[in-house]
């Protein structure tokens, strides 16, 4: 008993050392957010903030460059969200549930791209959006990643292993395949939606290289080039740019922590095993 | 986002194994069932296809058709066929960015995965609640952007920053950590570490899941302590997981540029160059022929990494039929 006890309290002590050596930079970033620019940087050093400083963090919010890209980028990042959970489900659909010729053919060239390297296609794909004239728009943000190889795969997967008993009854009753779709399929797979689409927002909102590249006009900045260029375009404003990233990071850690259950059994799901 | 996507070590998403459709069941149905179903089946891909299409096979093609050709915006392409392969694998800046990719990677992953291999087997061992608060808190800084993590980690090694105050707990004196050509690359892949390791460490605690209980009780009965169990249980038992997040780690290691580019912007003196940030300075550059020589050098890349992965990956899936 006191030895299970005594583990018992090992283990508490591991647990918040682990938990605080893993949190301690953001939990650092979130703090300087409070301090003045010059207590950020300066001997002799201090976690706390002397002086709470709640300016930074509502400065940031009413900062028009910055609240613009926040609203542009999270407006992108929902689209997108949207578009490729709906491209993806259906060709994984047709993947995991039809029957067509060419099938083999068209696997494959989906599932490529999945081991072709960004870079390597990086600086092409900048020529082929501006031959389309897509440069300097949402589109351009928004578009060319909408398809993605993995997450067909990932949804393929689920899909594969969903029970076929009332797909068939539905059959019999001559309910047609897009039917099945959206009244079978779709409600039926909010788990998996979940986990990529949080993915896909990810993507979106963490993109910065992109972004660089194709968007050049500061009124459709991104929010990750914003922080970027922070201390570039306003000088050494350490407060206020630790008060942006942490409101920066805030939505995707919000994503994290609402669906953490969902997003730890996706990973499970996606690793292989 | 394409470029963005596989820039990341953190996104490793889907099996690298090209799996064999199911041939299905063929029932025999009247041919005009068939022909509706196969109208069904094309019409729900052509999204899919046509942006692969249009944003991967385009780019992927024309980069090799790109590759062979020399020319620039005044004068019409000249064709010089392998001539920038050859200019690439002769050139020793392109060397020492594959050596301190190489540095890069050969620090993250193994750190990486011994530090995820200890926080899984200690998760494991934990009740449900703890544990779930465990994988959720290990999990945390890998939705922060490495955007976000560079703005922050730069002012954590500033000189009066986060990182030289633990070392003056420690008695040991303040280090230029970005300024400092030995010191860079460690420096960099702290954050590197850190964003992984929350996938790192869930894939492994599957893979310690897997393994049935009475095999480390019966060790255990015989007298075997932690470390003996783990190197002679675990460790073997977990050889395809780990071969896996060593394979996927170290090409994406290798392929890391985001964190050295914001946080060291490559220096001092391409100390901290990883093949894909000298692969954009030189797309950046204003060098002749330097879309194509980048272009080339991200194919070189792509050909040697993904031989290696996919030849790691056949070994992986052989074992997996023999065991079968």
């Known amino acids: 008993m006191v030895r299970s006890r005594r583990s018992l309290a090992a283990k508490w002590v591991l647990l918040v050392l682990i938990a605080l050596s893993m949190l301690m930079p953001l939990a650092w970033m979130a703090l300087c957010g409070f301090k003045r620019d010059l207590d950020v940087l300066k001997t002799p050093f201090a976690v706390l903030p002397q002086v709470w400083e709640w300016h930074n963090y509502t400065a940031m919010l009413h ?47 989906c599932i490529m791209p999945m081991f072709v390297p960004a870079m390597s296609i990086l600086i092409t794909s900048f020529v082929v959006v501006s031959k389309l004239h897509m440069l300097n728009t949402l589109a351009v943000l928004i578009i060319p990643g909408v398809a993605s190889a993995a997450q067909m795969f990932f949804m393929r997967q689920f899909f594969l292993g969903m029970p076929t008993a009332v797909e068939d009854a539905a059959r019999i009753d001559g309910c047609s395949r897009w039917r099945i779709f959206l009244k079978i399929f779709v409600p039926n797979s909010g788990a998996v939606f979940v986990v990529v689409g949080i993915i896909s927002y990810m993507a979106y909102w963490n993109a910065y290289v992109w972004p660089i590249l194709t968007i050049s006009n500061p009124t459709l900045q991104q929010i990750m080039p914003v922080l970027a260029n922070f201390l570039d375009d306003r000088g050494p404003q350490y407060g206020q ?22 997003i730890v059994a996706g990973v499970r799901l996606s690793g292989i095993k | 986002m394409p470029p963005t996507q596989a820039t990341t070590p953190r996104k490793r998403l889907g099996t690298v194994t090209a799996e064999v459709v199911e041939a299905g069941t063929p029932e025999r149905r009247s041919s005009t069932a068939n022909r509706e179903e196969r109208r069904t089946a094309y019409l729900m891909l052509a999204p899919m296809v046509v942006l692969l299409g249009i944003f991967v096979i385009w780019p992927l093609v024309y980069a090799f058709k790109q590759s062979m050709y020399q020319g620039n915006f005044y004068k019409a392409p000249v064709f010089v066929g392998l001539s920038f392969y050859k200019y690439v694998l002769t050139d020793p ?47 945390l800084p890998t939705v922060v952007s490495a955007v976000i993590a560079s703005v922050l980690f730069r002012l954590i090694y500033a000189d009066q920053g986060l990182a030289n105050w633990l070392l003056g707990l420690v008695n040991l004196g303040p280090k230029n950590f970005l300024g400092n050509a030995s010191m860079v690359i460690p420096a960099v ?25 009475s095999y480390l009780e019966s060790a255990q009965l015989d007298g075997a302590g932690f470390l003996q169990r783990t190197w002679y249980i675990t460790l073997p038992l977990l050889k395809n997981v780990l071969l896996y997040l060593f394979v996927t780690g170290l090409v994406a290691a290798f392929q ?9 912007n490559g220096g001092p003196v391409n100390a901290s160059t990883t093949p894909n940030l000298y692969i954009f300075n030189q797309f950046r550059s204003a060098t002749p022929y330097a879309m194509t020589f980048s272009i080339t050098a991200s194919l070189v890349l792509f050909i040697v990494l993904g031989t290696i992965s996919a030849l790691v990956f056949r070994l992986i899936r052989s074992e997996k039929a023999v065991d079968a």
């Open chain 2, 256 to 264: 890391e540029f985001l964190l050295p580019l914001l946080i060291a």
């Open chain 1, 241 to 262: 740019l630790m008060a942006a990233s942490t409101l920066a990071a805030l939505p995707t850690i919000v994503l994290l922590l609402v669906f953490q259950r969902h």
């Open chain 2, 93 to 139: 800046g392109f060397y020492q960015s594959l050596k301190v990719g190489g540095y890069y990677a050969v620090i993250v992953v193994p750190g990486g995965m011994l530090i995820a291999l200890l926080l899984a087997s200690f998760i494991k061992t934990l009740g449900a609640r703890m544990a779930s608060f465990m994988k959720t808190t290990v999990y």
């Open chain 1, 63 to 109: 900062d028009r460059q910055y609240m613009t890209a926040v609203g542009l980028t999270m407006l992108g990042a929902v689209i997108f969200t949207g578009l490729s959970i709906a491209v993806n489900a259906l060709a994984a659909y047709a993947f995991a549930r039809l029957e067509f010729p060419y099938k083999r053919v068209l696997w494959v060239l």
């Open chain 2, 189 to 213: 892949a702290v954050p590197g570490i850190w964003l992984g390791l929350g996938i790192t460490t869930l894939i492994m605690l599957a893979g310690l899941l897997d393994i049935p209980e």
